[in-house]
């Protein structure tokens, strides 16, 4: 049976569960619902989750654990001469049973041993899936037998079923904390390995990227320096240039759309700048390479300035523009978290407006602003379309912002994207930066957060 | 009065005009920035417009095409077989010579089929072959003309430009006119550009392969991401005991909102194409990616509609004799609902136009056929950008602002359904 | 329910996994510099034939060959495309996973080019002028032996006849292989004419490679990324600037971007067809034999990339700028695919 047909069989059955499960109930109290300890819906809940839940789990292990068996087996079942091949020749020539088994046609023949020991895969195969539907069905009956057997008037089937439930629930609040494993895991190793080839002080206190080194082997390339701090600075120029553009006026937005624009102005004006949150980066950095950076160097040379032609500006700049509604959007909620009372006590005294929200508003609500700004750097370290196209690649050490400087994330699109050798210092550096820019950014958001929260709490 | 002595009123007096100035300065330095924003969003708008425009227009060309059997090199009664090997390609060019029976030398008539596009003949074989009574037939039909034809007639192809260094010869210019001047060729609604999947034709090339792409890889999203937000947003904030592993938790989720999204390509690369095996470029893969990378969003926004249900509403329920997950189930939820949708379709929104992502798990393909499952090879809306706006063909450029206007149309569409979901189950308690 | 959606999810993603198996269309990986060529034979491949349309990724040279040697089956891609010819390594890891089997296949030339905006002066470079333009490291220029940090500023001051503009030149990054065969070709063959640094090949080869390969980092090399249309429109708004890219985009271009003539040869197709022009690099993609006649279709997709409607001097892949391999070479090529001859290095 084919695996979704087997899925759908257990699913039938488990609706069948359901339906027999709540009829058992029924009969138990001679339908009379008030002797029963719970409605019968949970009753039915219950014997449809042992009925299924067994049977997927038989079936998920075994989809993930019949191949290694199976393989193992045809192994050992091999003539002697085929078994104890080098690993590289098993490895062909299993791949050459699997295509024959698939009724492929190899290029030669394949002599006795290799048909026989098609013919015992293909066994193998067959009883193996025959075996897992059996099982699973099994499972699937065994369950439902089980559950009927518990049925009685005063089973506690409501909590038990709230219990799995609540199991169910737990398990996936955990997926967050399984990513930000996977996270680490995934470019850990990779990251390990590169520092096994680069030293990880050099890495992390080098002054000098260029990762001029030879693509191929009869070249000596010309100097290979993996040091990550001119990337970490020019992330930190074009963030900090989108910060200037994007704290001022998200913050002012924010202000004026939470004291002053009457209603109808912020239903409109407020779905309109997140729309800015909208577009995606990919246009962005298209805005930004094709018509900002051209516009920031004509009006720098204008000016009698040398602007390079992926100055760190343009980026910035348009990188400020997506940013915006970011930070206004937590402003917002974090001036509107300031009670009332302050600032009718603020007018009270005889503030004006702005004298309220300058000194009484904003104090109020600095740490939450604090944090939400720290929210958006780390949103602008992060950022890859629009530095991928509108940043340069060169890793000058500079915060000069007419300059090209190069960020983490460009660092690592070119790095895996690059025609070099796949498991050289140069395409693993991509992981070793992955992995430092996940940390960077754990940090700083961590922290915003803490700032965020504690504010929250004083008002609560 | 004596201002020397003066009253604090009048202290206030003296410094009211200044601080009345402040406070317009104030709103003043407010509207700006609002207008800063929305100027941004009108400057994008229109430079994106005026340029991609133009691409839902394509030049055609009016051609009478000369079906017979004897033509397209098919015998009488030809099967399908037959009729999608013919020769439709030198039928094209036959209708090309006979509008211009003129021309006789061999390098002439190269620069003349040039004017009709390579995809006339796709055109053409299309139409053969849902109608095959045309066999036999002479018919007029509207066929694509070539991309440096569609660049003249756009006005994107400088024609003061000496020859030499523009890509279509003064005799094709020529030509062009001529045909213009006879009716035969103008632009028209270009349904290629909605219809097809990928091409290195410009005027072949569609999004519709890459709609199809993003929309799968939304549903594996959608599917996935609903549930699993939902259910962790329920457990943080309903049944969740006060200790470290669920502190651990919720910051974790916070900080994932805020992980930049090419680190979540990674984990991809890693986990389901290296570990799980996976096929690559399928949507299958890249909603996974998504599910991972819009899953803070939703719980966020689930969680603060669960907390924004009043604490009378769970009060009542319980004290009805609910037990806590009744209570959840038949009455938080229901009211919750209208938040966690908002904040559902504002996450997958964000996953529409997500590129960095699709960069690590091998979306970056060219795709033709149109996927017509998760599994199948497919690009995304966003993905297609970035291709085109690599294509050396002059006439990808304004088809790549074109995909842009279609990625924005579905995103606006979304956040304003979202708007108006939230409008409309808005409560005040 | 919650949960049985979710249940039906992950059981639906392990069938899948099990049944990622079957495969009926090519999957070909690998160099962004064949890329565009690669799709025009894909697309024509697919809308000729009962084929399915092969799919086309863009991973760069490295991780396509780094995809393609992970092993045979139908998981792994059955073509790689390759700016550069594959490595010994990677043969050898290609072995090691059971890719033992390999037919290389040339698709043609690549010319690299200088050009920069039409409205600009024209450059007529010499190998020379380009080396002691962009190396890190050149001779004195009191006319000692020694190497000294790059001083020059603009190209007068490299060669006289050259035009009095800033040297500023946009070109790909390390990690490219177009850059690789920039440096190698250009660079190398200017470094080359200065006789003590020739000299210096015999006695210290690694010495003189770094010499001769390192591209200076003070800004006058802009390193700008892969996407060649953005270079082109970058040089529109700066004409001081010279760009480095393929000969596609140049040809696609001709109306924006003009190319600068090197040792007197101007970047033309003729030119670098007949290897006049000194700076091209061939294209290759590899082919995994174990999966012809498995996947459906890879001796048809072979047979036309190889056939004279392709690749031949009229065909239209040298339309979208591939210059084509002269006809004996090209014969080789054909016979090659016809025999599936191995690969050997």
């Known amino acids: 049976m084919s695996l979704s047909f087997l899925f759908l069989t257990v699913a039938l059955l488990a609706v069948f569960a359901y339906v027999f499960g709540r009829k058992q109930a029924l009969s138990a109290a001679n339908n009379d619902i008030v002797q029963l300890h719970s409605l019968p819906g949970y009753y039915g809940f219950y014997s449809l989750l042992w009925c299924a839940i067994p049977a997927l789990a038989v079936l998920i292990l075994w989809s993930i654990f019949a191949d290694d068996v199976v393989t193992s087996l045809l192994i050992s079942d091999l003539p002697a001469h085929l078994q104890n091949l080098p690993p590289l020749e098993t490895q062909r020539l299993l791949t050459d049973i699997h295509l024959l088994a698939q009724g492929h046609q190899l290029a030669q023949a394949p002599d006795a041993d290799l048909s026989a020991a098609v013919a015992h895969y293909q066994r193998l195969e067959s009883t193996s899936s025959m075996a897992q539907t059996v099982m699973v069905l099994l499972f699937a009956i065994a369950g439902l037998l089980w559950a009927k057997k518990h049925i009685h008037k005063n089973y506690p089937a409501r909590n038990n079923v709230e219990r799995v439930i609540q199991i169910i629930l737990f398990l996936s609040s955990g997926i967050a904390v399984l990513t930000t494993l996977g996270i680490v895991l995934s470019v850990l190793f990779e990251s390990i390995h590169f520092f096994q080839k680069v030293p990880v002080n050099e890495f992390l206190l080098g002054t000098k990227w260029s990762p001029q080194t030879a693509i191929r082997s009869d070249q000596v390339g010309g100097s290979g320096s993996f040091g990550a701090i001119p990337l970490f600075v020019g992330t930190l120029l074009i963030s900090f240039i989108a910060m200037l553009v994007a704290a001022p006026v998200g913050l002012m937005s924010a202000i004026y759309l939470s004291e002053y624009a009457s209603n109808k102005v912020r239903s409109i004006v407020k779905p309109l700048l997140e729309i800015l949150a909208g577009i995606p980066t990919v246009v962005y950095g298209f805005f930004a390479a094709l018509t900002v950076a051209p516009w920031v160097r004509q009006m720098g040379e204008g000016l009698g300035l040398d602007v390079a032609s992926e100055s760190a500006l343009a980026a910035g700049l348009v990188m400020g523009i997506m940013i915006i509604p970011f930070i206004s959007s937590i402003s917002d909620d974090v001036l509107t978290a300031v009670p009332q009372a302050m600032r009718d006590g603020s007018a009270g005294v005889g503030a004006t407006q702005s004298e309220t929200i300058r000194n009484v508003v904003i104090p109020a609500a600095l740490p939450g602003i604090v944090g939400g700004l720290l929210l958006g750097t780390s949103r602008a370290i992060g950022e890859t379309m629009i530095v991928v196209m509108a940043a340069g690649l060169a890793a000058n050490m500079t915060v000069n912002p007419l300059e090209a400087v190069t960020t983490v994330t460009v660092q690592i699109v070119t790095l895996l994207t690059g025609d070099q050798e796949f498991d050289s210092a140069k395409t693993l550096a991509a992981f070793a930066l992955g992995l430092l820019l996940f940390i960077t950014t754990l940090i700083l958001n961590v922290f915003a957060l803490y700032m965020v929260r504690k504010y929250r709490e004083q008002y609560d | 009065m004596n201002k020397k002595t003066g009253t604090t009123l009048d202290k206030v007096q003296v410094g009211l005009k200044k601080r009345y100035a402040a406070e317009r300065r104030f709103q003043w330095y407010g509207k700006t920035a609002i207008a800063i924003g929305l100027a941004f969003l009108l400057i994008l708008f229109g430079n994106v417009l005026s340029n991609g425009l133009s691409a839902f227009f394509q030049t055609r060309i009016l051609l009478d095409v000369n079906l017979s059997a004897e033509k397209l090199g098919i015998g009488e009664n030809p099967d399908r077989k037959a009729l999608s090997k013919a020769d439709y390609n030198g039928v094209v060019k036959a209708s090309l010579r006979e509008l211009f029976p003129e021309v006789k030398k061999r390098r002439a008539k190269r620069d003349l089929y040039k004017i009709a596009s390579n995809g006339a003949a796709y055109q053409l074989r299309q139409q053969v072959m849902a109608n095959p009574e045309l066999v036999g037939q002479t018919i007029s039909v509207w066929l694509s003309a070539s991309d440096d034809v569609d660049m003249l007639t756009k006005g994107y192809t400088n024609r003061e430009q000496i020859a030499a260094v523009r890509r279509l010869s003064d005799q094709q210019v020529i030509w062009v006119d001529q045909l213009i001047d006879k009716d035969r060729l103008e632009r028209q609604i270009n349904h290629d550009f909605f219809d097809n999947g990928d091409s290195r034709e410009p005027e072949l090339a569609g999004v519709w392969g890459a709609v199809m792409g993003s929309f799968y890889m939304l549903m594996v999203t959608l599917v996935l991401s609903f549930p699993i937000g939902i259910a962790t947003a329920i457990y943080l904030e309903e049944f969740a005991p006060k200790n470290r592993l669920t502190d651990i938790i919720e910051v974790n989720i916070n900080n994932l909102a805020a992980v930049p999204s090419i680190v979540f390509g990674l984990l991809g690369l890693a986990v389901f194409i290296n570990f799980f095996g996976l096929p690559r470029s399928a949507p299958l893969v890249g909603g996974l990616v998504m599910t991972l990378m819009t899953l803070p969003t939703i719980i966020i926004a689930a969680r603060a509609s669960l907390q924004a249900v009043p604490p009378s509403i769970r009060e009542a329920a319980i004290g009805v004799g609910a037990s806590h997950l009744q209570m959840v189930w038949h009455h938080v939820l229901p009211l919750a609902l209208p938040g966690m949708l908002t904040g559902t379709i504002i996450g997958m929104s964000r996953a529409l136009g997500e590129t960095a992502p699709l960069l690590m798990i091998g979306m970056v393909a060219f795709v033709v056929d149109i996927p017509q499952g998760i599994t199948e090879p497919a690009t995304a809306l966003p993905v297609q950008i970035y291709l085109w706006a690599d294509s050396p063909e002059r006439a990808f450029v304004e088809r790549t602002s074109a995909a842009i206007l279609v990625l924005l149309a579905f995103l606006i569409s979304m956040n304003t359904f979202a708007v108006v979901l939230r409008r409309y189950f808005e409560r005040r308690w | ?345």
Request: aromatic residues 8%; proline residues 5%.
């Open chain 3, 1 to 345: 329910m919650n949960k049985s959606v979710l249940l039906a999810a992950v059981v639906g993603c392990l069938a899948v996994s099990a049944h990622a198996a079957e495969r009926d269309y090519i999957s070909i990986v690998g160099s962004s510099t064949v890329y565009p060529f690669s799709t025009v034979v894909a697309e024509q491949f697919g809308k000729t034939s009962d084929f399915k349309t092969p799919k086309v990724e863009s991973t760069g040279s490295g991780g396509g060959l780094k995809l393609f040697c992970s092993g045979v089956g139908m998981q792994h891609p059955d073509i790689t495309n390759a700016s550069r010819r594959i490595k010994a390594s990677e043969v050898k890891t290609c072995a090691e996973n059971g890719v033992d089997k390999i037919l290389e296949v040339k698709v043609g030339y690549d010319g690299i080019t200088m050009a920069n905006a039409t409205g600009a002066v024209a450059f007529n470079l010499e190998l020379k002028d380009i080396y002691l333009a962009l190396a890190k490291e050149v001779p004195a220029t009191d006319g000692s032996e020694t190497l000294v940090e790059n001083p020059y500023k603009t190209w007068k001051q490299v060669n006289p006849s050259l035009p009095d503009s800033k040297i500023e030149v946009l070109g790909p990054p390390p990690t490219s292989g177009t850059r690789d065969a920039f440096v190698e070709l250009a660079m190398e063959g200017g470094c080359k004419t200065i006789p003590w640094i020739k000299a210096m090949k015999k006695k210290d080869k690694s010495h003189y490679k770094a010499v001769c390969h390192t591209v200076r980092e003070d800004g006058a090399y802009v390193e700008a990324g892969e996407n060649d249309n953005l270079i082109v429109q970058k040089l529109n708004v700066n004409p001081n600037a010279l760009g480095i890219f393929g000969f596609s985009f140049l040809d696609q271009n001709n109306d924006k971007v003009k190319g600068a003539s090197i040792g007197g040869v101007p970047p033309e197709f003729e030119s670098i067809a007949d290897g006049k022009y000194p700076v091209s690099r061939s294209l290759y993609f590899y082919v995994k034999k174990a999966h012809i006649g498995i996947i459906p279709g890879i001796e048809e997709y072979l047979a036309e990339f190889s056939s004279d409607k392709a690749v031949g001097d009229e065909g239209y892949l040298t339309e979208k700028g591939l210059i084509p391999m002269p006809a004996a070479e090209r014969k080789q090529f054909a016979d090659d695919i016809k025999n599936l001859k191995d690969l050997s290095l």
